[in-house]
């Protein structure tokens, strides 16, 4: 149980254009779900915290018109990145919390390479 | 702000060898501690944790002991396993329980 995906596992996207990472918890309900950015060699950074029907909570230096966090179910968050740049290439990492718990289930990453 | 130190990899170990893997934090309070365990290809999942002083967590072998004392929450196993290979993240959440902060992890590879 207490399954987390992330789609897609890989994406290559143009300089300027946006692109879109769904996270799903699969198998259970999650009222919150964290976006982290894993740089090589570095360690997770939270990013954005989201809460289901709410806005994200994002954290200091992280712009929220370019990193797009919805929320619109229990079981789906999207992160999407707009106009993005090749300062914006990493590793992104979603997980989530069941509902009434405190421990997060990780997804495996998605690798975003802006060309 | 809180931060957690861990020492640095890649570890490489025969198999049956002892494993330690460091990790020191810097937290106001008395934060939870974790260690979470990131296979190849696969989301991070939680190995053990604790979540106050002299508390000691295990689960497959591996434990770690929550010392307040010296900020240290080091891993260690016995006998590691070829698949013990991973990367092995040492976290701390804050008092509320749900912010995480992470060290950059450390690479385990276990030869045969």
């Known amino acids: 149980g207490a399954v987390v995906s992330q789609h897609p596992s890989w994406v290559i996207c143009k300089s300027g254009t946006s692109v879109k990472i769904e996270c799903r918890s699969l198998d259970f309900q999650a009222t919150t779900m964290f976006w982290y950015r894993q740089f090589p060699k570095q360690s997770l950074m939270l990013m954005a915290t989201?809460?289901?029907?709410?806005?994200?909570?994002?954290e200091q230096g992280v712009e929220k018109d370019k990193f797009l966090i919805n929320h619109a179910s229990l079981t789906l968050s999207t992160l999407t990145v707009t106009s993005a740049h090749p300062e914006d290439s990493s590793f992104y990492i979603c997980?989530?919390?069941?509902?009434?718990?405190?421990?997060?289930?990780f997804g495996p990453g998605t690798r975003l390479t802006v060309t | 702000g809180d931060s957690v130190t861990q020492m640095e990899g890649p570890v490489t170990l025969s198999e049956e060898a002892f494993l330690t893997i460091n990790c020191t934090y810097t937290?106001?309070?008395?934060?939870?501690l974790f260690w979470y365990v990131q296979y190849p290809g696969e989301g991070l999942q939680l190995l053990l944790k604790a979540t106050k002083a002299d508390d000691k967590g295990s689960n497959k072998g591996f434990e770690a002991t929550y010392r307040k004392e010296t900020t240290s929450f080091h891993l260690e196993k016995g006998s590691v396993q070829v698949s013990d290979s991973a990367v092995y993240f040492c976290?701390?959440?804050?008092?509320?329980?749900?912010?995480?902060?992470f060290g950059a992890g450390t690479i385990l590879r276990v030869k045969s």
């Open positions: 976290a701390l959440s804050d008092l509320g329980g749900n912010k995480l902060v």
């Open positions: 997980s989530a919390t069941e509902t009434g718990r405190h421990e997060q289930y």
């Open positions: 989201s809460n289901e029907g709410s806005k994200a909570t994002y």
């Open positions: 937290a106001t309070g008395y934060p939870s």
